[in-house]
């Protein structure tokens, strides 16, 4: 069976500050890891993910993950926040079926 | 390219009805997966389709159904509605190829009240 946990479901981090979100996975074989943003109101939009290769993986926005195999993670990393950042962030493994987890809340303080 | 679109935005039912929402996906695309999305249980997966079959399943009860027509729109319908259905339900697609790996591509969903 397929699961994600996100360890922190809000973080609160100032402008200009790194970000890192942390995500642990359980998946059978070698997973398809994705992170998703999800504004107020609004449907998911992709970030980044990662199939295979360079298990640094850099996405749109900024963002970047690593995959580490030995400690099933996939925890996903911004330099310096911007206040546009706030919303929340979700990992998820899969393929046609995606599991997701409970998400993480980020509030970005002037 | 328009994104994915889905119909109504808004609902509000009550207890014992059925609804029916509807997803047009990205032109081309030829997958369409159906989420639920609860404060309770987060983001659930309900169902894929891919060329007018579903190819996957959740763990829903069968009041959840869905279909997909030969130019890939896809409806979800639920029966009985229960006041647990309340939820944002969100449609994505992905594709042509149908590979495991393509993007899905996710719509700004159906927010549906169950009163």
């Known amino acids: 069976a397929q699961s994600v946990t996100q360890p922190d479901i809000h973080i609160t981090v100032s402008e200009g500050a790194s970000l890192e979100l942390r995500c642990n996975y359980s998946?059978?074989?070698?997973?398809?890891l994705f992170w998703y943003v999800q504004s107020p109101g609004q449907g998911l939009q992709l970030l980044l993910k990662?199939?295979?290769?360079?298990?640094l993986v850099q996405g749109i926005k900024g963002f970047e993950a690593e995959f580490k195999r030995s400690q099933s993670s996939f925890n996903l990393r911004k330099p310096s926040v911007h206040w546009s950042d706030a919303a929340e962030y979700f990992c998820?493994?899969?393929?046609?079926?995606?599991?997701f987890g409970a998400g993480t809340t980020v509030t970005v303080r002037a | 390219k328009a994104g994915v679109t889905q119909t109504p935005r808004y609902l509000i039912k009550t207890r014992g009805q059925q609804v029916t929402l509807s997803c047009s996906p990205i032109?081309?695309?030829?997958?369409v997966s159906w989420y639920q999305q609860t404060p309770g249980q987060g983001l659930q997966f309900l169902f894929e389709?891919?060329?007018?079959?579903?190819?996957n399943k959740g763990n829903f009860p069968g009041r959840f159904s869905g279909r997909q027509f030969s130019n890939s729109r896809s409806e979800m319908n639920v029966s009985t509605l229960e006041l647990g259905d309340s939820a944002l339900y969100l449609c994505?697609?992905?594709?042509?190829?149908?590979?495991?790996?393509?993007?899905?591509?996710f719509g700004p969903g159906t927010r549906l009240t169950v009163l």
């Open positions: 998946y059978g074989a070698t997973p398809y």
């Open positions: 032109s081309g695309h030829r997958s």
């Open positions: 990662y199939f295979s290769g360079d298990t």
């Open positions: 389709y891919f060329s007018e079959t579903q190819r």
């Open positions: 994505a697609s992905s594709s042509s190829t149908g590979g495991a790996e393509d993007e899905q591509f």
């Open positions: 998820a493994v899969g393929a046609w079926e995606l599991s």
